[in-house]
């Protein structure tokens, strides 16, 4: 696994994965429904956009779950279908905040479809592919289609804490680790710090929380250089996870 500590340094999401407390699948799986029905219809429909990138039976958005599958292009080079997204002139009033760029974002680096709105119509059309760090970009493709607000979210990991600190839906390590504290929910995004230098490096999606063992399941861009679904739960307080963000509806 290779360390990218330009990226770290840029705050626009890592590769790593350290630092993840592992737990049963089957018997934290069984607590999942005790907060199940607390992320509400916003939270769950997000988790479903992001479950649903990862198992999609779809040839086009198969494509998505490896960086440079589109065509077989600048493969394992940040090249990915969700940064082609967000930097479409039709997006670009979404990815307006300027955020630190990396890699070969001006150039395109393959071609695959997914859905857009075009002149104010959802269609499936091609999106070219473009080259940066995409953890941010992966969650915030899932907040917008799942109907949050994205206003503020650009392609720095640290957006997220900053959308969370705005809108007051912040909250922190600590505040999960208290008694009676925050109780991370599905649709939430976490962030991590791998250096634990104060810089967010990397974001997932929540997709099942368990308040028995306080551990999460999530679907991560950017993860080991590709899109993946960590199912076997992620300790809520580890000391790399910063915090939580939750989202605001539209």
């Given amino acids: 696994m290779r360390i990218r500590h330009a990226l770290a340094t840029a705050g626009l999401g890592t590769v790593l994965t350290l630092g993840v407390t592992t737990y049963p699948a089957t018997a934290v799986q069984a607590d999942t429904a005790s907060t199940v029905g607390t992320a509400g219809a916003l939270g769950n429909k997000i988790a479903a956009q992001a479950l649903g990138q990862y198992t999609s039976k779809n040839a086009e958005v198969k494509k998505r779950k490896y960086e440079g599958a589109a065509n077989g292009v600048n493969a394992k080079n940040n090249c990915n279908f969700y940064t082609g997204f967000w930097t479409d002139p039709r997006n670009r009033r979404f990815d307006g905040t300027k955020a630190p760029r990396t890699g070969t974002n001006g150039a395109t680096c393959g071609t695959s479809k997914g859905y857009m709105y075009v002149k104010g119509t959802k269609t499936w059309t091609p999106v070219k592919w473009k080259s940066r760090a995409w953890c941010s970009d992966f969650a915030k493709y899932t907040w917008y ?106």
Avoid: C, M
């Avoid at 710090?193 to 308040?211: E, P």
């Avoid at 993860?223 to 300790?235: A, D, I, M, P, V």
């Fill in 145 to 250: 289609w799942g109907g949050a607000k994205v206003t503020g979210i650009n392609a720095a990991a640290s957006s997220f804490r900053s959308y969370g600190l705005t809108n007051r839906t912040w909250h922190t390590r600590a505040e999960v680790a208290k008694k009676n504290g925050y109780v991370p929910k599905k649709g939430d995004v976490v962030s991590y710090d791998w250096n634990r230098d104060g810089v967010i490096d990397h974001v997932g999606v929540l997709t099942a929380y368990s308040t028995k063992y306080k551990a999460y399941f999530s679907v991560e861009g950017n993860s080991s250089e590709k899109l993946n679904y960590k199912n076997t739960k992620q300790s809520a307080v580890s000391k790399y996870v910063v915090g939580y963000t939750s989202p605001r509806a539209l």
